[in-house]
């Protein structure tokens, strides 16, 4: 039994005597969410717990991505990237894992399985994945008011807007809030609890639902709705009803989570001709929901095989789809400039969702200070890939459509 399942009952009595209509309001996307029977059991395969997928899509023959992974090996040459991780993966388990590069240019150890990434705005579809667990259980709902759920908190300077802005309007980055609201604290070192006391100050662009404008500190509230609603901490939720559950045995959460582990990797950014460790910003870890996640490899191979179907015990077909479903269109903007055959792009909750050349893709990618990450999902193919750089560079931008062009390459044979 699940941790948020353990906690269910003692939350249920906490909110009837506070706001039973909280309780008892089902809307349609409560009703969906309503969690599905499960009928087969399979076996684990390689890095695989035991899992349950009804008939699942084969995947490609991992071969067919050796000239990938070759152009791969040939750019980490010519940049000098310092470290890289690569895991391609199936609903049935990780079918290829490479490193390469070292975890610091200072002490020139190697990359291996085990060496911890910052993964940034990948965190987001942990979130995702934890609202839709709130949801499915009726803890809250997608359409309740965020001023409902955290009373007391003052959302933009739009007092109506802010009515109506909903757990739904925060995870698919439709607050209608100003773009990137006080990212720019963050850099300089903020930290969350410091910007909370500004939130009000944002200005609103459009009403809740209606534009969309991508967010670190207001995605950020996820945390607030689990800590007022549960009475738990984000980072220990996420530890128990994700990583642990899902045996991703090294991922963390924090600042502290990061620094503890002895086999985390540096952070790089390139100056004065040659790749350099840097410094980290910690105010990003502050914003569990948005940027707090660790992760080796092996870990996130985990993760995107339980967001193809691989552990439906732990993320069930249900709370995927409510993940996966487009929610805004997105613009195609900066790095999607280079995907050649994007043809168009949604947010989703916690996930980007794209047609590439006719084929339903789910993505989403990360850069924080020294760190890149990028991880892309084709359920129709039943395949995945995750690329995990600890260096701030431009390669990221390329690895997701090569991967793309290359699997579209091999269908169509």
């Known amino acids: 039994m699940t941790g948020i399942v353990k906690t269910l009952g003692i939350f249920c009595l906490k909110r009837t005597l506070t706001s039973l209509s909280v309780v008892i309001a ?34 490609p023959d991992v071969q067919v991505f050796e000239a990938y992974k070759s152009w791969i090996r040939a750019k980490v040459a010519e940049d000098q990237i310092p470290g890289l991780a690569l895991a391609i993966v199936s609903s049935q388990g ?6 390469m590069g070292v975890r610091s240019v200072d002490d020139q150890q190697a990359v291996s399985e085990d060496t911890v990434f910052r993964i940034a705005s990948v965190s987001k579809t942990f979130a995702g994945t934890v609202a839709s667990q709130l949801v499915n259980h009726n803890i809250v709902t997608w359409d309740e008011p965020i001023s409902q759920v955290l009373p007391g908190y003052k959302l933009g300077t739009d007092a109506d807007g802010a009515d109506r802005m909903t757990l739904r309007h925060v995870l698919s980055h439709t607050t209608g809030l100003m773009p990137h609201a006080f990212s720019n604290l963050l850099d300089a070192g903020v930290a969350y609890d410091k910007i ?19 967010q670190n500190v207001v995605f950020s509230l996820v945390a607030d709705v689990v800590e007022y609603s549960l009475g738990t901490n984000y980072d220990d939720f996420v530890e128990e009803n994700i990583f642990s559950p899902l045996g991703m045995d090294d991922a963390s959460m924090g600042l502290d989570g990061y620094e503890n582990n002895p086999n985390a990797s540096q952070a790089h950014q390139f100056g004065r001709g040659r790749w350099q460790v840097t410094s980290l910003n910690p105010a990003y870890y502050t914003t569990g929901p948005a940027s707090g996640v ?25 709370l995927l789809e409510m993940q996966h479903t487009p929610i805004v ?59 995990l750089f600890n260096a701030s560079t431009p390669l990221a931008n390329d690895v997701v459509p090569m991967f793309l062009d290359q699997l579209l390459t091999a269908v169509a044979r």
């Open 94 to 99: 990780i079918l290829d894992v490479e490193t």
């Open 294 to 318: 660790n992760a080796t490899i092996l870990d996130m191979g985990r993760w995107a095989q339980a967001q193809l179907g691989g552990f439906p015990e732990v993320l069930s077909e249900t």
């Open 196 to 214: 909370q006391e500004k939130l009000h100050e944002i200005p609103a662009v459009c009403a809740p639902g209606r534009c969309y404008g991508y």
């Open 26 to 59: 089902i809307s349609p996307v409560t009703i969906l969410a309503q969690a599905p029977s499960t009928e087969s059991l399979q076996q684990a395969a390689f890095h695989q717990l035991p899992g349950q997928l009804p008939q699942p899509v084969s995947a």
């Open 329 to 387: 269109e997105t613009p195609h903007g900066n790095y999607f400039n280079r995907w050649p055959r994007l043809d168009k792009a949604w947010y989703g909750l916690g996930w980007r969702i794209m047609d590439y050349s006719g084929m339903r893709v789910i993505h989403h990618g990360g850069g924080v200070r020294g760190y890149r990450s990028e991880m892309v999902l084709v359920p129709e193919h039943n395949i995945g890939l995750v690329v």
